[in-house]
T-cell receptor
Framework: DAGVIQSPRHEVTEMGQEVTLRCKPISGHDYLFWYRQTMMRGLELLIY????????DSGMPEDRFSAKMPNASFSTLKIQPSEPRDSAVYFCASSFYGDPWETQYFGPGTRLLVL | GEDVEQSLFLSVREGDSSVINCTYT??????LYWYKQEPGAGLQLLTY?????DMKQDQRLTVLLNKKDKHLSLRIADTQTGDSAIYFCAELSSSNTGKLIFGQGTTLQVKP
């Protein structure tokens, strides 16, 4: 398996623009997680899905952030409008409920810079 | 609530042992983990321990679990420069299926 795939790997945009981050989880995994990592705040869980249904979105910072999972093989995280403080590395991870260790497999991340 | 705490930075000399410590709050957590993040990459599972174990050894890695004190440690023997990374402690949430609670991460610097 190719692992968790994220695109784009790098994104530079201007304040006010819409940003869409994409994630393809590992085939057969039924959990999908979106994290944000910054120097100041460390690793934060933004939202996670189980069987394409959002379970916990309490980590989503504000209404400018939205996430969807239209099917088992694709998810998006959208920021509209973007602000400089959204600059961070955004990770997607997936896991499989039947895995006894419930290991989360992380993608390589999308490095977002909002100018 | 569920919370995991780690020290932020550790510096050791190549060949020495490294010990990274972590405390957690959820006594009902069944699994505890150590993840490693190398520069520019995502997190990768390094090792895990089940809550009914006190110790787990895997080559150069030794995980110790003190349930009474809710303390988890990761010992890396014969630390190499390639071990330089951020190490995250995590617990499996007992209240939210599938969710991991991560610590802030400990940056390990290995000096030659």
């Amino acid at each position: 398996d190719a692992g968790v795939i994220q695109s784009p790997r790098h994104e530079v945009t201007e304040m006010g623009q819409e940003v869409t981050l994409r994630c393809k989880p590992i085939s057969g995994h039924d959990y999908l997680f979106w994290y944000r990592q910054t120097m100041m705040r460390g690793l934060e869980l933004l939202i996670y899905f189980n069987n394409n249904v959002p379970i916990d979105d309490s980590g989503m910072p504000e209404d400018r952030f939205s996430a969807k999972m239209p099917n088992a093989s694709f998810s998006t995280l959208k920021i509209q409008p973007s602000e400089p403080r959204d600059s961070a590395v955004y990770f997607c991870a997936s896991s499989f409920y039947g895995d006894p260790w419930e290991t989360q497999y992380f993608g390589p991340g999308t490095r977002l810079l909002v100018l | 609530g569920e919370d995991v705490e780690q020290s932020l930075f550790l510096s050791v000399r190549e060949g020495d042992s490294s010990v990274i410590n972590c405390t957690y709050t959820d006594s009902s957590s069944t699994y505890l983990y150590w993840y490693k993040q190398e520069p520019g990459a995502g997190l990768q599972l390094l090792t895990y321990i089940f809550s009914n174990m006190d110790m787990k050894q895997d080559q150069r890695l030794t995980v110790l679990l003190n349930k009474k004190d809710k303390h988890l440690s990761l010992r890396i023997a014969d630390t190499q420069t390639g071990d330089s990374a951020i190490y995250f402690c995590a617990e499996l949430s007992s209240s939210n299926t599938g969710k991991l609670i991560f610590g802030q991460g400990t940056t390990l610097q290995v000096k030659p």
